[in-house]
Each structure stands twice: as structure tokens, then as C-alpha cells.
């Protein structure tokens, strides 16, 4: 079983940057993508960004684009969220998420949704105040 621990969450104010890790362990080997969701109260789970790791595919949520990069230390089986420009509508819980499923990917594909994902760190709460 894949284990995902993610950090780096906090209060921020709009405007200001945050930066997400999560430490990858445990069979990574089969792993086909890796990403970030978020979920706001009442609201479903959604995907932010994601990385398809063999085709060095990246795609994001259209509202973070811009403002989020997504990136991955392959040494040290390390992914990153950095968050820029924050605005409240950011605020929610971030989990990261990896799976062995090889999932469809492109530019004018939809978003994965969760379910897809069969590994889920424990999340990491981001607050931004206005």
C-alpha cells in the first residue's frame, strides 16, 4: 500500500503563497499519476493538479491555473504544490493522491475524478482570509 503524507498547509492571506509537500513510500513502483484534490465544506472532492509521471503530462484545475505549479522530486519521491496569488475561494482541505490506473490524459480532458485515485495522503488544511 502506497503511504502519502502531506504538509505544509496553513492561514494564509489572499494574496500570499503556500507550498504543499507530500512524501510518497511504500510499492510507488506501479504508480501512473500523482495529484492534488481539495474539498471545501459542502463540497464534493475535486481535482487542483496532477501529474502523469511517463508521459510528463500536467494538467490543472482551469481556476488555478496561472497561480499553482505542480512539480515532483523523482529521487526523492517528493510531491509539490506551490500556491500563488491565493484567493478565499482556495480555502479547503488539499489531499494528495496517487494511482496505478492508467487513466486518460490531454489537454481537453476532463479532470480525473477521486475515485480514480486508489491512494490518499490524510490532507493538510489551507485557510486564506480576505
Known amino acids: 500500500q502506497v503511504r502519502l503524507v502531506e504538509s505544509g498547509g496553513g492561514v494564509v492571506q489572499a494574496g500570499g503563497s503556500l507550498r504543499l509537500s507530500c512524501v510518497a513510500s511504500?510499492?510507488?513502483?506501479?504508480?501512473?499519476?500523482m495529484g492534488w484534490f481539495r474539498q471545501a465544506p459542502g463540497k464534493e472532492r475535486e481535482f487542483v493538479a496532477g501529474?502523469?509521471?511517463?508521459?510528463?503530462?500536467?494538467k490543472y484545475l482551469d481556476s488555478v491555473k496561472g497561480r499553482f505549479t505542480i512539480s515532483r522530486d523523482s529521487a526523492k519521491n517528493i510531491l509539490y504544490l506551490q500556491m500563488d496569488s491565493l484567493k478565499p475561494e482556495d480555502t479547503a482541505i488539499y489531499y494528495c493522491?496517487?494511482?496505478?490506473?492508467?487513466?486518460?490524459?490531454?489537454?481537453?480532458?476532463?479532470?480525473?475524478?477521486?475515485?480514480?485515485?486508489?491512494?490518499w495522503g490524510q490532507g493538510t488544511q489551507v485557510t486564506v482570509s480576505s
Open positions: 493522491a496517487s494511482t496505478t490506473l492508467l487513466l486518460g490524459y490531454g489537454v481537453e480532458a476532463t479532470p480525473p475524478p477521486a475515485y480514480d485515485f486508489n491512494s
Open positions: 511504500g510499492p510507488t513502483d506501479s504508480t501512473y499519476a
Open positions: 501529474i502523469y509521471l511517463s508521459a510528463h503530462f500536467i
